[in-house]
């Protein structure tokens, strides 16, 4: 049988492609509890086999008892009940494994969910940001705008002076 073969190797390919906002991250995102449904669970091997062998046990018991009054018959018994056997082994293996792959697919839709959501408030995050850093730049232009137009007003001041010594701050020179 493909798939995983202990919780481990599942737990490891669950973790796989989960990234986490870094421990720095200023404003901590809201967290969305996970739906949990334990009622279906797939069953272990060990416990599949033993419930693939259980509803044959009392056809054994009668192919034994019938092998003894006629052998011939019983062989053909046998060989029904085999693949009987066989068949419903393969139904309980694909049972838990469709189990499992439902799990897994209500695990896969959860932390979907959970990714949508954080998507959402780290795009209502990033708007916010936006528009108050558009506030702050029309106050810093307000601001330089008000404190030329007080140095013009000034006495002894011009605007020349401040735009040369702004040039020579911005190239490096003090």
């Known amino acids: 049988m493909d798939g995983l073969h202990n919780e481990h190797e599942a737990k490891v390919e669950q973790d796989q492609g989960r990234g986490s906002v870094p421990p720095g991250y200023i404003n901590k995102l809201p967290e969305f509890p996970a739906i949990q449904d334990l009622g279906q669970q797939p069953l272990p091997p ?24 006629n052998p011939q018959l019983a062989h053909q018994a046998a060989q029904i009940v085999r693949l009987y056997r066989r068949l419903y082994k393969s139904y309980v293996a694909r049972k838990s494994e469709s189990q499992r792959l439902k799990k897994a697919n209500r695990e896969l839709r959860t932390a979907n969910l959970q990714l949508c959501q954080e998507s959402e408030f780290l795009k209502g995050r990033y708007a916010e940001q936006e528009e108050e850093l558009a506030y702050f730049g029309q106050a810093f232009d307000k601001l330089s705008t008000g404190i030329g137009s007080l140095l013009v007003d000034s006495e002894g001041c011009s605007s020349e002076p401040m735009y040369e010594a702004a040039s020579r701050v911005n190239e490096g020179g003090h």
Request: zero cysteines; hydrophobic letters at 40%.
């Open 46 to 69: 060990n416990e599949a086999h033993t419930l693939a062998a259980k509803p044959f046990q009392p056809l054994v018991k009668e192919l034994k008892r019938l092998n003894q009054d």
